[in-house]
């Protein structure tokens, strides 16, 4: 079975995560699938320091705690400095090292103890070979089980392209390599002191990703991503990710 990651960028609001989770149950209930539901407590690498980063670690856990009681469904959620590992080890089942901290050692040591799966994305500066280093810090400091995830390279300024050999590259060294479909159509900065994208390639991203041999796929979704607090231009319209899915399966 694939495994599909999918949930709104950031914690809005209880309202925003409970209107997705309740989608996210029925599509499990319809296709037969388990959904991972996903979203930041704090979004560290925002463009502006006038974006919106979230509520916070304390508060945003407790949330995502209540999602997991409410909806009964499995929590993926990121982490960008090592201190926050453990606590995030108490509520998330995968613990998520964003791209561009990958290769910090410290970050991937406690992600692997704390017993989680962990999924590290690629950098948009690393190949699919190079993930073998991440994977071998995580895997030596114990990790269980850990994804890798493609989510495109810096093409120029403000731009990604994805190179869809790193897919076979990594399921070389881990055997799910995730495929980002959100992330991968951002234009990184290219709105205005904001990330822009360009969701309606999200679709062909996920179906080429699949010619390749991805045996996960991560979805931001939203139900009004053009008022989205952060990402909103490369969010899947939540009303479209079941049909999708559906072609996936």
């Not at 994977?135 to 995830?149: D, M």
């Not at 810096?154 to 055997?175: C, E, H, Q, S, T």
């Amino acid at each position: 079975m694939i495994k599909i990651i999918a949930g709104p960028c950031v914690i809005e609001s209880a309202e925003l995560l409970d209107t997705v989770a309740e989608r996210l149950v029925a599509i499990n209930r319809t296709l037969g699938t388990d959904i991972i539901f996903k979203a930041s407590f704090d979004k560290a690498n925002r463009t502006s320091i006038r974006s919106f980063r979230g509520p916070g670690l304390e508060k945003g856990l407790r949330m995502l705690s209540d999602v997991r009681s409410k909806w009964g469904l499995k929590l993926l959620t990121d982490i960008h400095e090592a201190w926050q590992a453990a606590p995030v080890g108490e509520v998330a089942d995968v613990i998520q090292i964003p791209a561009f901290l990958c290769r910090q050692t410290d970050l991937l040591v406690a992600a692997a103890k704390t017993g989680r799966i962990v999924n590290i994305k690629k950098a948009q500066f690393l190949s699919g070979e190079d993930m073998l280093y991440p994977y071998q810090k995580a895997a030596e400091s114990g990790a269980r089980e850990i994804w890798l995830t493609e989510r495109g390279s810096m093409f120029g300024y403000n731009n990604l392209v994805v190179d869809f050999r790193n897919i076979p590259d990594m399921l070389k060294i881990a055997p799910t390599v995730v495929m980002d479909c959100t992330h991968s159509v951002q234009r990184p900065g290219a709105a205005g002191g904001k990330t822009g994208g360009n969701r309606e390639f999200v679709p062909a991203m996920a179906h080429a990703a699949k010619a390749f041999g991805a045996n996960g796929f991560f979805f931001e979704v939203h139900p009004d991503p053009d008022n989205a607090k952060s990402d909103g231009p490369n969010m899947l319209q939540l009303d479209d990710l079941e049909n999708l899915v559906k072609t996936l399966l």
